[in-house]
Protein backbone atom coordinates (compact mmCIF):
# COMPACT_ATOMS: atom_id res chain seq x y z
CA UNK A 1 0.00 0.00 0.00
CA UNK A 2 2.93 2.38 0.91
CA UNK A 3 6.62 2.41 -1.06
CA UNK A 4 9.47 4.12 0.75
CA UNK A 5 12.52 5.25 -0.96
CA UNK A 6 15.54 6.49 0.71
CA UNK A 7 18.19 8.75 -0.90
CA UNK A 8 20.78 11.37 0.07
CA UNK A 9 22.99 8.71 1.91
CA UNK A 10 26.78 8.65 1.19
CA UNK A 11 30.34 8.95 2.30
CA UNK A 12 30.84 12.43 4.46
CA UNK A 13 33.67 13.52 6.38
CA UNK A 14 33.10 13.71 10.32
CA UNK A 15 32.25 17.55 11.51
CA UNK A 16 29.91 17.60 8.45
CA UNK A 17 26.69 17.25 7.87
CA UNK A 18 24.32 15.76 4.99
CA UNK A 19 20.08 15.35 4.36
CA UNK A 20 18.24 12.23 3.68
CA UNK A 21 15.07 12.34 2.00
CA UNK A 22 12.57 9.98 1.85
CA UNK A 23 9.68 9.61 -0.93
CA UNK A 24 6.59 8.01 -0.37
CA UNK A 25 3.75 6.91 -2.46
CA UNK A 26 0.93 4.80 -2.42
CA UNK A 27 -2.33 4.92 -0.73
CA UNK A 28 -2.37 7.65 1.98
CA UNK A 29 -2.96 7.51 5.50
CA UNK A 30 -5.67 9.89 7.12
CA UNK A 31 -3.00 10.12 9.50
CA UNK A 32 0.53 8.39 10.10
CA UNK A 33 3.60 9.27 11.90
CA UNK A 34 6.75 8.57 9.90
CA UNK A 35 10.42 8.17 11.22
CA UNK A 36 13.89 7.17 10.91
CA UNK A 37 15.86 4.54 11.89
CA UNK A 38 19.41 3.53 12.00
CA UNK A 39 21.81 0.36 11.46
CA UNK A 40 25.20 -0.35 12.35
CA UNK A 41 27.42 -3.33 11.65
CA UNK A 42 26.76 -5.42 14.25
CA UNK A 43 24.40 -3.89 16.03
CA UNK A 44 20.39 -3.67 16.64
CA UNK A 45 18.05 -1.54 14.80
CA UNK A 46 18.15 1.73 16.60
CA UNK A 47 15.44 4.50 16.63
CA UNK A 48 16.93 8.26 15.65
CA UNK A 49 13.68 10.29 14.43
CA UNK A 50 10.07 10.33 14.40
CA UNK A 51 7.71 13.44 13.40
CA UNK A 52 4.10 12.83 13.85
CA UNK A 53 1.02 13.79 11.54
CA UNK A 54 0.64 16.81 14.07
CA UNK A 55 4.21 18.00 14.29
CA UNK A 56 5.04 16.88 17.46
CA UNK A 57 9.46 15.56 16.69
CA UNK A 58 10.81 13.03 18.97
CA UNK A 59 14.57 12.84 18.70
CA UNK A 60 16.31 10.00 20.21
CA UNK A 61 19.67 11.38 22.70
CA UNK A 62 22.26 10.54 20.35
CA UNK A 63 21.06 12.68 17.93
CA UNK A 64 19.10 15.25 19.87
CA UNK A 65 20.38 18.89 19.63
CA UNK A 66 22.32 18.00 15.58
CA UNK A 67 19.45 16.60 13.84
CA UNK A 68 16.30 17.82 12.29
CA UNK A 69 13.17 15.76 11.03
CA UNK A 70 11.09 17.54 8.77
CA UNK A 71 8.56 17.21 6.25
CA UNK A 72 7.51 18.45 2.66
CA UNK A 73 3.39 17.49 2.67
CA UNK A 74 3.11 18.55 -0.87
CA UNK A 75 6.27 16.67 -2.07
CA UNK A 76 5.00 13.45 0.39
CA UNK A 77 8.55 13.62 1.55
CA UNK A 78 10.30 13.69 5.21
CA UNK A 79 13.56 14.59 5.52
CA UNK A 80 16.50 13.95 8.14
CA UNK A 81 18.86 16.38 8.44
CA UNK A 82 22.15 15.31 10.26
CA UNK A 83 24.79 18.32 11.57
CA UNK A 84 28.33 17.40 13.06
CA UNK A 85 28.22 14.16 12.18
CA UNK A 86 30.63 11.49 14.14
CA UNK A 87 31.53 7.95 13.45
CA UNK A 88 28.93 6.45 15.42
CA UNK A 89 26.69 7.72 12.91
CA UNK A 90 27.66 5.37 10.14
CA UNK A 91 24.72 2.71 9.51
CA UNK A 92 22.36 1.96 7.02
CA UNK A 93 19.11 4.60 7.85
CA UNK A 94 15.62 3.64 7.08
CA UNK A 95 12.63 5.47 6.71
CA UNK A 96 9.28 4.06 8.33
CA UNK A 97 6.05 5.16 8.47
CA UNK A 98 3.31 4.09 10.79
CA UNK A 99 -0.62 4.76 10.84
CA UNK A 100 -2.09 6.61 13.66
CA UNK A 101 -1.15 9.37 15.29
CA UNK A 102 1.65 8.25 17.65
CA UNK A 103 4.86 8.18 16.96
CA UNK A 104 7.05 5.11 18.44
CA UNK A 105 10.90 4.20 19.02
CA UNK A 106 10.13 0.71 18.64
CA UNK A 107 10.41 -0.74 14.87
CA UNK A 108 7.77 -3.38 15.14
CA UNK A 109 5.60 0.09 15.63
CA UNK A 110 6.00 0.71 12.14
CA UNK A 111 4.10 -0.58 8.75
CA UNK A 112 6.18 -0.01 6.30
CA UNK A 113 9.92 0.29 5.39
CA UNK A 114 12.07 1.69 2.42
CA UNK A 115 14.97 0.34 1.39
CA UNK A 116 17.35 2.35 3.12
CA UNK A 117 20.54 4.46 2.21
CA UNK A 118 24.13 3.86 3.27
CA UNK A 119 25.51 6.88 5.35
CA UNK A 120 29.32 6.48 6.15
CA UNK A 121 31.62 9.01 8.41
CA UNK A 122 34.78 9.09 7.62
CA UNK A 123 37.98 10.73 10.00
Known amino acids: QVQLVESGGGLVQAGGSLSLSCAASGRAFSSYTMAWFRQAPGKQREFVAALTWSGLRTYADSVKGRSTISRDNAKNTVYLQMNNLVSEDTAVYYC?????????????????WGQGTQVTVSS
Open 96 to 112: VVRSGIYASARPEGYDY
